[in-house]
């Protein structure tokens, strides 16, 4: 089965949106970053971050802090040196997009 198209973001300009429970930007580099917020304390606290290479063939997820999250800032925080680096073909199930399972509730 196939697991759909890639993300091609290079024509897209440079944006940051939040909603409810997350933040997506599309970055300088044309990289798509998607942020997931949960409270902490009255604070907003990103917990899991995955980015996306702007031909859609490299996703990197990662989790703030060793998974403690950070605080919200006015760009993504840096992937650490040990982030999950996925190819598009070997993205784990949870992530992808059009095989019926969107089920990536954190």
Known sequence: QSAGSR???HRLKPIR???K???????DTGE???E???DHSSQERVKEVLRISCD????TIYHPDKGNGCPLEDRPP?????????????LPV??????????HKK
Do not use: E, H, W
């Not at 429970?21 to 970055?27: F, K, Q």
């Open 21 to 27: 429970n997350a933040v997506l930007s599309i970055l």
């Open 56 to 59: 859609g063939n490299s996703i």
């Open 36 to 38: 997931f917020l949960k």
């Open 32 to 34: 798509v970053c998607m």
């Open 94 to 103: 949870l992530f992808r997009l059009g095989d019926g399972s969107n089920s």
């Open 17 to 19: 949106q939040k909603t």
């Open 7 to 9: 993300l091609n973001a």
């Open 78 to 90: 840096s992937p650490p040196n040990d982030a999950c680096v996925y190819t598009f073909d070997n």
